[in-house]
Every structure is written in structure tokens, then in C-alpha cells.
């Protein structure tokens, strides 16, 4: 089991709005930021979204994440179909002092 | 830029020991604003942060539950390289296996090895 819980899979036309959720509890999610990892088909994972809601260079702004109490959500706003790829949610947690994964969702743009 | 180089062997026995290597390029293991963490990946378990090592004056480790026992990072200052040595494997532990660094951000794990497929079977 995960420590963190995300959707398995979500789908979009292209165009549209994907929401991704990710839920903890107040050791992770509630006591620090969260961090999205994006993994493109037969690649490694990519550090997508840092710190709840920054960017690093290169990602473009049709992803945008926040964090709200214990929960925090990965928007993609005007899909793609290079959009298509696992996401995952990762943060740390107290009541074990140690980093954790969501389950990782699938995004397929119809 | 940053290049993580990993190797170590791609089949090993149940019960034996896990061991595979990182080679650093760009940055130093004993950097005192980064950690490195080894994080697997496998069809069953998804992504499982493992564990890291990091310098602050003096070596830390953090390692997961799920392999708490079993496992040990550790940073060989004169190879500037990390390894990680997991214990009493069984199938269970078969996955792809990344070296990872966080650097800049809090968890940012920014750059990633290319990642070595450990299948345990005898």
C-alpha cells in the first residue's frame, strides 16, 4: 500500500482539463510540500512539479499543482496527447522519517 | 550538468545481497545541499523511495520501512559515488532500480540515473 492515494487513471479529450488528486494524512501531506513526478512511456520519471506548486525549467505552465490540509491535486490544463504518461504524487513523512509515493496515476487523452 | 552513471549486476540469487553503484559527474557525494536516494520500481509496488545518504557536517541515512534492515546507502568519498546494498532478496525485490538526486528544492529529485533491471530469481 501506498502512502499516499491517488487515482489510478484519468482521461481527457484533448483540450481539456485533467485533475489529479493526491490524498495523505497530517504527517505527509499535512507537514510538507509535495512534489509530482512524471513518467513518460519506456522513460525515467521526471521531476515535474516541486514545493506544491513551482516548475522546474522547461515544464510548461499547463501544469500547475497546489495543496490544500493533507490533500493536493496536479492540474494539466489543455491536454496533449505527449501528455500521456504516469504521474505520481511524493512527499515525506514524520510518523516513519521517511519519503513516500502516491500509487501513481495513468493519464490517456482520448 | 549533473550525470548519474549506475551499474551493478542485473540478476541476482534469492537470498543474496543487492548491490549497485552511482557514479557522480557534475556534483560532489559530500555536498552539503543535496541528498541521494535510491528509489525502485516494479509492476506491483509502483515507485518506492528506498532510501539516501547526505553529509551535513557528518553522514546521515533515512531508509524506508518496507526495507529497513536490510538495506544500506553509502557514499565512497574517493570514487565520488553512492551504493546501495540490499540483503536476504527475494522476487519480491525484483525491479528497476534509479539512483536519484535532490538537490535544489526540498525533494526535488531532480536528476536520475538511467536506471538497472535486478531480477531475483536462483
Known amino acids: 500500500q501506498s502512502m499516499l492515494t491517488q487515482p489510478p487513471s484519468v482521461s481527457a479529450a484533448p483540450g481539456q482539463k485533467v485533475t489529479i488528486s493526491c490524498s495523505g494524512s497530517?504527517?505527509?501531506?499535512?507537514?510538507?510540500?509535495v512534489n509530482w513526478i512524471q513518467q513518460l512511456p519506456g522513460t525515467a520519471p521526471k521531476l515535474l512539479i516541486y514545493?506544491?506548486?513551482k516548475r522546474p525549467s522547461g515544464i510548461p505552465d499547463r501544469f500547475s499543482g497546489s495543496k490544500s490540509g493533507t490533500s493536493a491535486t496536479l492540474d494539466i490544463t489543455g491536454v496533449q496527447t505527449g501528455d500521456e504518461a504516469d504521474y505520481y504524487c511524493?512527499?515525506?513523512?514524520?510518523?516513519?522519517?521517511?519519503?513516500?509515493f502516491g500509487g501513481g496515476t495513468k493519464v490517456t487523452v482520448l | 550538468q549533473v550525470q548519474l552513471q549506475q551499474s551493478g549486476p542485473g540478476l541476482v540469487k534469492p537470498s543474496e545481497t543487492l548491490s549497485l553503484t552511482c557514479a557522480i559527474s557534475?556534483?560532489?557525494?559530500?555536498?552539503?545541499?543535496?541528498?541521494w536516494n535510491w528509489i525502485r520500481q516494479s509492476p506491483s509496488r509502483g515507485l518506492e523511495w528506498l532510501g539516501r545518504?547526505?553529509?551535513?557536517?557528518?553522514?546521515?541515512?533515512d531508509y524506508a520501512v518496507s526495507v529497513r534492515g536490510r538495506i544500506a546507502v553509502t557514499p565512497d568519498t574517493s570514487k565520488n559515488q553512492v551504493s546501495l546494498h540490499l540483503n536476504s532478496v527475494t522476487p519480491e525485490d525484483t525491479g528497476v532500480y534509479y539512483c536519484?538526486?535532490?538537490?535544489?528544492?526540498?525533494?526535488?529529485?531532480?536528476?536520475w540515473g538511467q536506471g538497472t533491471l535486478v531480477t531475483v530469481s536462483s
Open positions: 536519484v538526486r535532490d538537490g535544489e528544492w526540498w525533494f526535488g529529485l531532480d536528476y
Open positions: 557534475g556534483d560532489s557525494v559530500s555536498s552539503n545541499i543535496v541528498t
Open positions: 545518504t547526505y553529509y551535513r557536517s557528518k553522514w546521515y541515512n
Open positions: 497530517s504527517s505527509n501531506i499535512g507537514s510538507h510540500y
Open positions: 514545493e506544491n506548486d
Open positions: 511524493l512527499t515525506w513523512d514524520n510518523s516513519v522519517n521517511a519519503g513516500g
